[in-house]
């Protein structure tokens, strides 16, 4: 034990020390208090007024031709001589004035972009999207919709063409624009337009129903593991992933993809009347510079090229409907795009052109 012998004239001293510690330690507890109330009104706010906010997303719109008119300003300011500039800028002018004067007002082209999933639930956005421009929409205005999908779910995509089929029912022209690939529940979208146009190495048709579903039943048999299922209806279910599949539940199951094989069909033949649909309806997927001879698509174009003609006649705006996502979503949503891109990767190293 080592004790310290304090002189007594440092006392006074010491005793100020702990008078200041105590004055100091009192201050930032008052000065705590005070921050945490403030906080707890602040959260209290913000509880209150994001209870107040409506679930639902909200519509965005962007005119794609005046950043298409702001972008050749800018390349014009660069790259000509001041004059021939200048010379450009009262041109321009000009012609607004004009415009102005003699009333005239372009027509509307609305864009929407459209890459589906699996199961299609980016239809939530796309109907919203459709009722937007069917509510303001002029008897000059038309709609293009980006389609970007492989297929998926017959529910899905099925819901995904009726929506665009509104935009028909209610006389807006509508043409869909395929960059990459509308295949199978994409070209089902694809084809309900008045016109289609496709990239030359873009993918379309695909004009089949697939369906697989794997069975583990000798696993489990080998194992001693038994499984039950009941059903009330004889077809309630025809294959199963545990149980032991029969000859006549694999018939069945047949039996519904041709039905829906030639719903499908029937489905097209509606929309593109002069199309060959035995000739193209056999599962099969074709290029655009190909499709276009099997009747498919109407003319090979790149969505670029086709709103770059837009622009001279109409005003292009893109209409977007986004959904408010949760903080669970926007994680799933981040893994998911992850393993795609590392997926796409993968498949990039062991495929070349």
Known sequence: VITVKIPQDCHPCMERVLE???????????AVTIVVAILAVVIFVLAASMKNKSDKGELRL??????????????????????????YEKQVKAAEKAAEKQNLTK???????????????????????????????DKD????????????????????SSQLDRLRQANIPLSICVDKVAASGGYMMA????????APFAI??????????????????NHDIDYEQHTAGNFKRTLTVFGENTDEGRAKFQQELEETHVLFKEFVGRYRPNMDIAKVAT??????????????IDAVSTSDDVILDLVNTHQVI????????????????????????MMNRFAERNQSV
């Open 318 to 341: 893109k209409i977007q409907y986004q959904m408010k996502k949760k903080l669970a979503d926007k994680i799933a949503h981040g893994v998911s795009l992850s393993v795609t891109t």
């Open 107 to 137: 027509g509307k082209v609305f864009v929407i972009d459209f890459k589906g999933s699996i199961d299609a639930n980016e239809v939530a956005s796309l109907r919203e999207e459709v009722t937007a421009i069917i509510t303001i929409a």
């Open 283 to 296: 599962g099969e997927h074709w290029y655009g510079q190909q499709a276009i001879d099997l009747g498919l």
């Open 20 to 30: 200041f510690l105590y004055e100091y330690g009192l201050f930032l507890a008052k």
């Open 204 to 221: 379309v048709g695909s004009i089949g129903v697939i369906a697989q579903i794997p069975n583990f039943n000798r696993l489990l048999k």
């Open 141 to 160: 205005d038309q709609v293009l919709v980006n389609v970007e999908s492989g297929g998926g779910m017959v529910h899905g995509y099925g819901l995904a």
């Open 62 to 87: 962007t005119d794609i031709s005046d950043e298409l008119m702001q972008l050749k300003h800018q390349l014009k300011e660069e790259l000509l001589p001041k004059k021939q500039f200048k010379a």
């Open 191 to 198: 084809c309900v337009a008045n016109k289609v146009y496709a």
